[in-house]
């Protein structure tokens, strides 16, 4: 029987058993299926893994060779295969770790020197010494998307409560709407504008950088001041007119989506100050030190990816929901949409054969409180099982707002609580005697009952710090890596988005009148009509 087929087995013997039995069955339950790390903590009790499905599942890791991949990763191996490159931005947080060779190379002496030269630009802005035409920065807008994008604007808005440097906004869509909304408040003379991209050619970012220039010059800027770039192609952000040395590099062992670690990570450093930036690369490289050392059963990374694989490759469950208790960590969600689906969003696994199972699932979220408010009632009611991650925070950052913060704890817990528990026809018929009787009081109650029985986990931590994010972040990125691994995918390159870059190429001169639309299929032919025919184009 192969190891997938002993899960199979393993969850069809399962068949309806009751996560309440298991915690009947084992007083030890929660802390047996529980792990821990720093200050971080990851149950996953509330799901059908028992022993048996986790010894299954820990064997899939061994099968798949984890331990030479991970090392094969953290020591700069060529694991991302299809384009012959290490992947390493483990080395972007590596600040007590010894030398990383590439090549017969060590990175390290080159993240150092240009985390320092981030260091002091990040002063310089901060503290007023390096002035806009107008003065002190007031402003930064970051330019990228994507990953060059969603890191940092994710981890801004996180650590909100350490900005303590210059305002800082985000322009990501090639939709001119969003430039021209961002721009409109600030000062064209006193704002710092970062051109992120690991290319220097992504259409969107490039369109975006020349109308912020035009944008600054026009109104009285100084572009060789206020430009700076993050990138890999230093020949471009030369050709585009940006002073090398307000450019920061990066190699191509860095991929776009697990970028902010480094240089994409600018602004952010901008905002929170170098010190609180050297936490949060800390608390990466805390998880790092874990996801290296620690056995497969008390591995977070490892049990997180392994409750996805049982959830998602064995039960069949086709998305995944990622519910922050925690306002400030609202586009969490989407940045894991990127990390999560563009690494393991995969049909050919690393040998170019078609996968023979599911790659990675559907992930998707909001906040809590919110979520509940909006799609949570299909969480409880709904036909399609879907496991939810929650996150929460011992502590808020407001003190005097503390009630606030228990009643959002309390939320978060009665969700995984109540998805577990549900409610029978009994209970629900209790709730509402008295009001129906007879055939309405039946139909009422079915309506009131929870099937109950769902899974879920929680991601418990003291406090959302920089040290804690860096944290997060890391066990995340390590859990793409090791469902990567365990599927046999390259978590590390991202061909399923070519096509549509490669169309809209083509496009560009068919919408703008320039070429017929002939060559193109009935749909796309008659969508193109219709924007001309609205003065569009
Ligand atoms: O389109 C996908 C992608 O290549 C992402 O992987 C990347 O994060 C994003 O585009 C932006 O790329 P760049 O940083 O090169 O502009």
């Known amino acids: 029987m192969s190891k997938w087929d002993k899960l199979k087995a393993i969850r069809a013997q399962a068949g309806e058993r009751h996560i309440l039995d298991l915690f009947k069955a084992d007083g030890d339950r929660a802390e047996a299926f529980s792990t821990t790390t720093g200050d971080l903590r990851f149950d996953y009790s509330k799901t059908q893994i028992d022993a048996a499905a986790r010894a299954a599942l820990i064997d899939l890791c061994d099968a798949a060779g984890l331990a030479d991949r991970r090392e094969a990763m953290f ?3 060529t694991i991302n295969e299809t384009e012959g490159r290490a992947v390493l931005h483990t080395a972007l947080r590596n600040l007590d770790g010894g030398p990383v060779m590439v090549d017969g190379q060590d990175v390290m002496p080159g993240v150092l020197d240009t985390l320092a030269r981030m260091r002091s630009f990040a002063e310089a802005v901060r503290g007023g010494e390096k002035p806009a035409a107008g003065g002190a920065f007031t402003d930064v807008v970051n330019i990228g998307i994507g990953g060059s994008d969603l890191g940092p604007a994710m981890a801004v808005l996180a650590l909100a409560p350490y900005h303590d440097g210059p305002r800082c906004h985000f322009v990501s869509n090639v939709d001119g709407a969003h430039i021209a909304d961002t721009l409109a408040g600030l000062d064209p003379k006193t704002t710092l504008v970062i051109v992120a991209s690991k290319t220097f050619t992504t259409i969107e970012t490039m369109t975006n950088a020349r109308t912020a220039k035009a944008w600054l010059t026009e109104g009285g800027g100084d572009a060789a001041a206020q430009f700076a770039a993050l990138s890999t192609a230093g020949d471009k952000t030369a050709a585009f007119g940006i002073d090398p040395a307000h450019v920061f590099g990066f190699e191509d062992w860095v991929g776009g989506r697990y970028s902010m670690w480094g240089p994409i990570g600018l602004s952010l450093m901008l905002a929170i100050g170098p010190k609180a930036f050297d936490a949060f690369l800390r608390g990466g ?52 949409q990127q990390l999560e689906m563009e690494s393991n969003g995969k049909s050919v696994s690393m040998d170019g054969a078609v996968l023979d199972g599911p790659s990675g699932p559907v992930v998707w979220g909001e906040p809590g409180t919110n979520g509940q408010h909006a799609f949570y009632q299909l969480i409880h009611q709904g036909t399609a099982v879907i496991p939810c991650e929650f996150m929460v925070a011992a502590t808020g950052h407001e003190p005097e707002l503390a009630h606030h913060h228990r009643l959002l704890v309390a939320n978060c817990l009665a969700q995984s609580e109540a998805l577990m528990r549900g409610r029978s026809l009994e209970e629900a018929r209790a709730k509402v005697a008295g009001k129906f009787e007879g055939a309405e009081l039946e139909r009422q109650a079915r309506h009131r009952v929870f099937p109950g029985n769902r899974p879920s986990v929680t991601l ?16 995340y990125e390590h859990r793409v890596f090791v469902e990567g691994v365990i599927l ?50």
């Open 460 to 475: 418990a931590y003291p406090q959302l710090t920089p040290f804690v994010l860096g944290q997060i972040i890391a066990l």
């Open 75 to 77: 020591s700069g191996g």
């Open 285 to 336: 490289q805390a998880m790092d030190q874990h996801f290296r050392s620690a056995a497969w059963h008390e591995n977070m990374p490892v049990l997180l990816a392994l409750t996805g694989i049982w959830h998602h490759q064995v039960c069949g469950y086709a998305t995944r929901a990622v519910l922050p208790y925690d306002q400030r960590l609202s586009r969490l969600p989407a940045y894991f």
């Open 488 to 537: 046999g995918i390259n978590s590390y390159d991202q061909w399923g988005v070519e096509l549509g870059k490669e169309l809209a190429t083509s496009l560009g001169p068919i919408v703008d009148g320039s070429e017929s639309a002939a060559s193109k299929d009935g749909s796309t032919a008659a969508l193109v009509a219709f924007v001309h025919r609205h003065g569009g184009g």
